[in-house]
């Protein structure tokens, strides 16, 4: 099994940054890509970004530009830069891993900013 533990959220006013860290642990031998997906109230869960274990990264086009996604292969870890805080970022934020080709998923953690 693969525990994820995120941090990093909570409030913050528009304009502002935050840094989500999310990490992983337990049987992990390789992990493939990497990702952040969040979730408003009354929507759906959808993408945020994602990386590849070689790097590549992808973006929403709602936060490209604004946020930035990055890993360390040695700490098990994928981290979520959000600059330039919008009133429509606010939802609760989800990393996932995929290790040996099966996703796992964090608790979640909540992003609020206040416009």
């Known amino acids: 099994q693969v525990q994820l533990v995120e941090s990093g959220g909570g409030l913050v006013q528009a304009g502002g940054s935050l840094r989500l860290s999310c990490a992983a642990s337990g049987r992990i031998d390789r992990i493939n890509a990497m990702g952040w997906y969040h979730q408003a109230p009354g929507k759906q869960r959808e993408l945020v970004a994602t990386?590849?274990?070689?790097?590549?990264?992808n973006y929403a086009d709602s936060v490209k530009g604004r946020f930035t996604i990055s890993r360390d292969n040695a700490k098990n870890t994928v981290y979520l830069q959000m600059n330039s805080l919008k009133a429509e970022d606010t939802a609760v934020y989800y990393c996932?891993?995929?290790?040996?080709?099966?996703?796992?998923w964090g608790q979640g953690t909540q992003v609020t900013v206040s416009s």
């Open positions: 996932y891993v995929n290790v040996r080709w099966r996703d796992y």
């Open positions: 990386i590849t274990s070689g790097g590549s990264t």
